[in-house]
């Protein structure tokens, strides 16, 4: 089942409330790091099916944040 939740609230603010199962990939996008399917160097694919962008300069720090998250306890769905 597919939820919309809509929020008025900066980028900032979000990703603040969200917390680090969340990761800002790109100016536009947070995703939730347990429905990462796969990614490569410009885009993160999630488990829907959906393909979002990452800025290639985040690259590396995605990464490492994306393998922090599978260590300490997050799951991936996939």
Known sequence: MEEVIESYATMDELEGQLGDS???CHR???VN???IARYDADSIFLSSGEKVYLTRK???E???AYMWYL???GVSCV
């Open 71 to 73: 260590q300490n306890g």
């Open 33 to 35: 790091m347990a429905h």
């Open 58 to 60: 985040k690259h590396k």
């Open 28 to 30: 536009g996008y947070l």
């Open 22 to 24: 969340f990761y800002r």
């Open 62 to 64: 995605f990464v490492k």
